[in-house]
């Protein structure tokens, strides 16, 4: 295997880049889609609250934070979604006490 096919393979620094925010904005949309079913459960849309879900972001957040090639814009844009995420699982959790529920 000749050595240019081996870098024609490998994404560019901007491609990789736009990926990392692709996959940035999409960590955006799914905390607010979480926040949405919780917020149904909570008013008694359904009875099982949106565990899975949770546990889908909580692993994405941990892929993302393991990056190393996050530019520091890109870092700050993923802190700011990771603190918004605690805060609404703090939220949740206090009201999942104050129901005399688990949340696990």
């Known amino acids: 295997m000749a050595s240019s096919d081996l870098y024609k393979k490998l994404p560019s620094r901007r491609e990789s880049e736009l ?7 999409k960590l955006e949309e799914d905390i607010r889609r979480l926040k949405i079913e919780f917020d149904i459960y ?4 359904v009875k099982r609250p ?10 994405q957040i941990k892929r993302l934070a393991d990056n190393r090639k996050l530019t520091f814009a890109q870092r700050y844009q993923f802190n700011t979604l990771v603190s918004r995420y605690t805060a609404y699982r703090e939220l949740w959790r206090r009201t999942f006490r104050s129901r005399g529920e688990d949340f696990t």
């Not at 565990?51 to 692993?59: D, G, I, K, M, Q």
């Open 42 to 45: 909570f008013n008694g849309g």
């Open 19 to 25: 990926s990392i925010e692709q996959t940035i904005a």
């Open 50 to 59: 949106p565990l899975e879900a949770r546990a889908r972001l909580e692993s």
